[in-house]
């Protein structure tokens, strides 16, 4: 069974940094290693929106317009865990943030833009709070 468990939310002070976690207990069936890890947020009365994803398979990744630039994504495949290092924080990137694991695209960047409904299990989240 696929499980994530996301940690390392926190509350901090605008321009603070964070470093968020992910533990995947193991691989989506059937992808054959095709696969993109991403992070997702959301805000309540809110959609879940795409944060960060990365391939498995190699270095490609894929950023929100929002967060570029001063959120980076990693991945360490021996430990079967995700990063999220999230710097210069705004009031604007509170959320609960949850990691998922989602089918890669054929064709051009493999992980970008990706659709949220097809990503999952998802795990309990991580409350991150950044105050004024």
């Known amino acids: 069974q696929v499980q994530m468990a996301e940690s390392g939310g926190g509350s901090v002070q605008a321009g603070g940094s964070l470093q968020l976690s992910c533990e995947v207990s193991s691989l989506r069936a059937g992808a054959a290693g095709a696969l993109c890890m991403g992070w997702f947020r959301q805000v309540p009365g809110n959609g879940r929106e795409a944060v960060a994803t990365?391939?498995?398979?190699?270095?490609?990744?894929y950023y929100a317009d929002s967060v570029k630039g001063r959120f980076t994504i990693s991945r360490d495949n021996s430990k079967n865990t995700m990063y999220l290092q999230m710097n210069n924080l705004k009031p604007e990137d509170t959320a609960m943030y949850y990691c998922g694991q989602g089918p890669a695209r054929v064709g051009g960047p493999p992980c970008a833009h990706p659709d949220v409904s097809l990503f999952g299990p998802w795990g309990q989240g991580t409350q991150v709070v950044v105050s004024a």
């Open positions: 990365v391939y498995k398979l190699g270095d490609s990744t």
